[in-house]
């Protein structure tokens, strides 16, 4: 890239980090230091307020550069992710948003918690969220390493290194200052602004082909070397049974991950009502819904125009394929349209991968903080000792996020994220529905659903390809391959769910039927909600 594409770049990126700096600044004068306040913004955001901080949690760099890099190098078996990442929010309109709003009050934990002896749940659940939150950091973290790497012409490791490390500091700065109020309002700007990238974009990919979507069509297929097959399944996940099995995997992990992910369900707190969070999530679909149709457009539009061959040689995992069009947009490398509006989707990006980390830590560290501290401490904690230790625990939370991305800096963001959903869904899923829906479910059943499902995904993400045995794995240099699918969804989703009922049946306790009554109206009626 030109010193040109560099300077206005980082200039627009710094304009939008001291936007955000200033609206945390601000917020953190203005703060009453209260657990709620932290960790809900006061639950005094509207349904649109919320429902576009949701999108900005949701709309991340996976989205925005994974998800339109694989459509530009697979075609239709890229699109599978946008039908799954959207595919999703059902499941939590009609599963979830309303009763986790109901029956919590800043963590997943609460709402297990409810009927069950506290300790062992919150201690099983507070780590299984924190380790989702962090495999969905290191994807952030690879997509601000990618974007810096094409922004600086790969001028070396060190440039990647040294922004995930200011990555990682700015959002620790976010969360421990502003808590979840900023936090909040950087994601409603982060959505406004890439929602905007996006639609410019995709006007100007339509134009670029006089709004004829088969000529567009047409073009990638013809661009991609692979003719009609770009068009048709199978050029990912069609070669053999594993691959078919891996794309199953993966559907299954995005389309139950997100109902699991604890960032988006600290979200439903930081409303007043349980129909303010239903509204939220509808306002999420419609923001949502839209950007992922345009992400399709600019995928294909990335394999028409620039070319797969020359993303792949930017990055091997697509994650530079949206500013790579942008650039040729614009009118090329040594244009100024081209060097604008390459910088205006940089800095956008940029922007995402800012406001999705400072959401995911705020989450993680309420993890730590309100489920696991307050737990092993003996007696709990109090509120105020509970904030200063979220605040801490952003700061690890961050390092350990900055360590894991740069060492998996060559993985697709989209796939990475992928994981941390296949994570989700074996773990907090099956313990967050059997909770709400189960009258016999019991604390042992609990801890091994969520176990069950963690500790397998783990494993088998450990023995797969993404590790070892292959070129593209994270230490190619050795074999301890003995899964053979990339998502470990498809096994390690119904051990989690197994494990939570045999958990259950083999279980002595009694289950509190009175408790059960208790949750069951106070999630279906909100009575009672804090």
């Known amino acids: 890239m030109t010193g040109h594409h560099q300077t206005l770049a980082l200039l627009l990126f710094s304009g939008f980090v001291a936007i955000t700096l200033a609206i945390t600044t601000w917020v953190s004068r203005n703060?009453?230091?209260?657990?709620?306040?932290?960790?809900?913004?006061?639950?005094?955001?509207?349904?649109?307020?919320?429902?576009?901080?949701?999108?900005?949690?949701?709309?991340?760099?996976?989205?925005?550069?994974g998800v339109t890099g694989l459509i530009a190098l697979f075609g239709y078996d890229g699109l599978l992710y946008v039908v799954g990442f959207l595919v999703a929010w059902l499941v939590v309109l009609f599963l979830v948003a309303e009763l986790v709003r109901?029956?919590?009050?800043?963590?997943?934990?609460?709402?297990?918690?409810?009927?069950?002896?506290?300790?062992?749940?919150r201690i099983a659940v507070g780590t299984s969220s924190v380790t989702v939150s962090v495999l969905y950091l290191v994807a952030q973290m690879v997509g601000a390493?990618?974007?810096?790497?094409?922004?600086?012409?790969?001028?070396?490791?060190?440039?990647?290194?040294?922004?995930?490390?200011?990555?990682?500091?700015?959002?620790?700065?976010?969360?421990?200052?502003?808590?979840?109020r900023a936090t909040?309002?950087?994601?409603?700007?982060?959505?406004?602004?890439?929602?905007?990238?996006?639609?410019?974009?995709?006007?100007?990919?339509?134009?670029?082909?006089?709004?004829?979507?088969d000529r567009l069509l047409l073009t990638a297929a013809e661009r991609s070397g692979r003719g009609d097959a770009f068009l048709a399944p199978g050029l990912k996940y069609g070669g053999d049974w594993t691959a078919r099995f891996d794309f199953i995997s993966l559907g299954l992990a995005l389309v139950l991950g997100t109902a699991g992910l604890p960032h988006i369900l600290s979200r439903f707190y930081t409303v007043p009502t349980a129909r303010a969070a239903r509204r939220s999530v509808v306002w999420a679909i419609g923001l949502i819904g839209g950007f992922y149709l345009m992400t399709i457009v600019l995928g294909f539009g990335a394999a028409a125009i620039v070319g797969p061959k020359a993303v792949s040689g930017s990055n091997a995992a697509g994650n530079t394929a949206v500013p790579l069009l942008a650039l040729n947009l614009g009118g090329g490398a040594d244009s100024t349209g081209g060097t604008v509006l390459f910088a205006v989707v940089a800095a956008v990006a940029f922007a995402t991968i800012l406001a999705v980390v400072a959401g995911i830590t705020l989450a993680s560290s309420a993890s730590v903080a309100h489920d696991l501290y307050a737990s092993l401490r003996r007696g709990g904690?109090?509120?105020?000792?509970?904030?200063?230790?979220?605040?801490?625990?952003?700061?690890?939370?961050?390092?350990?996020?900055?360590?894991l991305g740069l060492l998996a800096r060559d993985l697709n963001v989209a796939f990475l994220v992928g994981l941390a959903f296949a994570v989700a869904a074996s773990a907090n899923l099956p313990v967050l529905l059997y909770s709400l829906f189960w009258r016999g479910f019991t604390t042992r059943g609990a801890a091994w659903a969520v176990y069950?499902?963690?500790?397998?995904?783990?494993?088998?993400?450990?023995?797969?390809?993404?590790?070892?045995?292959?070129?593209?794995?994270?230490?190619?240099?050795?074999?301890?391959?003995?899964?053979?699918?990339?998502?470990?969804?498809?096994?390690s989703i119904p051990l989690g769910f197994l494990a939570g009922w045999l958990g259950t049946v083999t279980s002595a306790e009694v289950p509190d039927e009175a408790k059960h009554a208790e949750t069951e109206v106070r999630s279906l009626t909100g009575a009672g909600a804090v």
């Not at 040294?162 to 990555?167: A, D, E, H, R």
């Not at 974009?201 to 004829?212: E, P, S, Y």
């Not at 605040?391 to 961050?398: L, N, Q, S």
């Open 381 to 403: 904690g109090q509120p105020r000792s509970e904030v200063a230790v979220a605040r801490v625990a952003a700061v690890g939370i961050g390092v350990v996020a900055i360590g």
């Open 31 to 65: 703060r009453r230091g209260s657990a709620e306040e932290f960790y809900a913004g006061g639950r005094l955001f509207s349904p649109m307020e919320n429902g576009f901080a949701i999108a900005g949690d949701y709309m991340s760099a996976a989205s925005f550069l």
């Open 184 to 213: 909040t309002w950087i994601q409603i700007v982060k959505a406004v602004l890439l929602l905007g990238g996006t639609i410019a974009l995709t006007v100007l990919v339509l134009l670029r082909f006089h709004g004829d979507v």
């Open 452 to 491: 069950g499902g963690l500790v397998p995904a783990l494993g088998l993400v450990l023995l797969s390809p993404v590790v070892s045995g292959s070129p593209d794995s994270l230490f190619p240099a050795v074999d301890f391959q003995y899964f053979p699918l990339q998502n470990p969804g498809i096994v």
């Open 102 to 121: 109901n029956c919590g009050r800043f963590t997943l934990a609460d709402v297990v918690a409810a009927r069950m002896s506290e300790r062992p749940v």
């Open 145 to 180: 390493g990618s974007l810096v790497a094409l922004l600086l012409g790969r001028s070396g490791e060190a440039a990647q290194a040294w922004t995930v490390i200011g990555v990682g500091a700015l959002m620790v700065i976010y969360v421990s200052l502003g808590g979840m």
